[in-house]
């Protein structure tokens, strides 16, 4: 387990251009990278950056290169108050980012709304992603939740610090299972407790827009998916990755229990054990 200073002094970052704009995009990398299958890419979600998928990624790592970016305007990627940080626009981000690192093929991994932007990609690429892990993802009308619509009002710009990461604690605290790692809240914290970061998470709340999920064709999605999905969220619930199961031709139901919204912080070792099962083909 690495503490968020460290994992972000692993980092690497690239430009991409999205819309016009030039982007400094951030991305954990780790693995062997002559791995003779596609790399893992994971995609986080809101208020979060790659550092959720600490504990995920180095299992997956012992045998797969992985990836993990910061969508822009999070963790370490731009946070410049002027481009669009909607999931319409990080689908383009991670499109750029895929093409940059050259990469045609790859198993996508993704959580909240990182879960919207992969569900996006893979519908308009069904020949780049291979294999699908979605958890506790928006999709359909799942989304925006009452604490991230909050966080976009205007009033949230102008709160000080400490109310700030009071709301943010609170999202950590209470969307987790039980007692949350310290390390962990922190670290989520970490990237929103500047001037800047603080009006970048309102800039990614107000980005926020349901018709970029209801618009998808969830049918054209052809990768092999898995649905790993804390059953306990009240976020995302359940009921939403039944709904995708119907709806993807190869998705499989994984439901971990005793999981809120944050499942791969609060079943870190079940979900990189059932994800690692998933990517080399094996029945769990």
Same mark, same amino acid.
């Given at each position: ?29 780790? /693995? ?5 299958? %596609? ?5 986080? /979600?809101? %208020?979060?950056?790659?550092? *959720? ?14 990836? +993990? *970016? ?45 879960? /919207?932007?992969?569900? =996006? ?5 069904? /020949? ?22 909050? *966080?976009?009002?205007? +009033? ?42 603080? *009006?970048?998470?309102? =800039? ?50 994984? %439901?971990?229990?005793? +999981? ?6 609060? =079943? ?17």
């Amino acid at each position: 387990m690495v503490d968020h200073e460290t994992w972000s002094d692993e980092q690497s970052a690239t430009t991409v251009s999205v819309d016009g704009h030039d982007l400094e995009i951030a991305y954990h990398e780790a /693995g062997p990278a002559d791995a003779d299958e %596609p790399p893992v890419v994971f995609v986080h /979600g809101i %208020p979060t950056w790659s550092y *959720l998928w600490r504990d995920v990624v180095p299992p997956v790592a012992e045998d797969r290169r992985t990836i +993990a *970016l910061d969508m822009a305007g999070y963790g370490n990627s731009a946070m410049d108050d002027g481009f669009d940080r909607s999931i319409r626009a990080q689908e383009g981000v991670l499109e750029a980012l895929l093409d940059d690192l050259g990469l045609e093929k790859i198993a996508l991994v993704a959580h909240d709304i990182g879960g /919207g932007v992969a569900l =996006r990609f893979a519908a308009h690429n069904p /020949g780049i992603v291979d294999q699908l892990v979605l958890s506790n993802a928006v999709c359909y009308d799942s989304w925006p939740v009452e604490f991230v619509s909050n *966080l976009g009002l205007p +009033a949230t710009a102008d709160i000080d610090r400490d109310e700030l990461e009071g709301r943010l604690d609170a999202a950590f605290v209470e969307g987790a299972y039980g007692e949350s790692d310290p390390e962990f809240v922190d670290g989520m914290k970490a990237p929103w407790l500047t001037d800047e970061g603080h *009006l970048s998470l309102v =800039r990614n709340a107000v980005a926020t827009n349901t018709n970029h999920t209801t618009e998808i064709e969830y049918g054209a999605i052809d990768a092999e998916t898995l649905l790993l999905w804390g059953e306990d969220d009240v976020m995302q619930p359940y009921s939403y990755a039944e709904r995708l199961a119907d709806d993807i031709d190869d998705a499989e139901l994984a %439901p971990l229990s005793a +999981a809120y919204h944050w499942v791969p912080e609060d =079943r870190s070792e079940a979900y990189a054990e059932r994800l690692r099962e998933f990517l080399a083909g094996a029945e769990p």
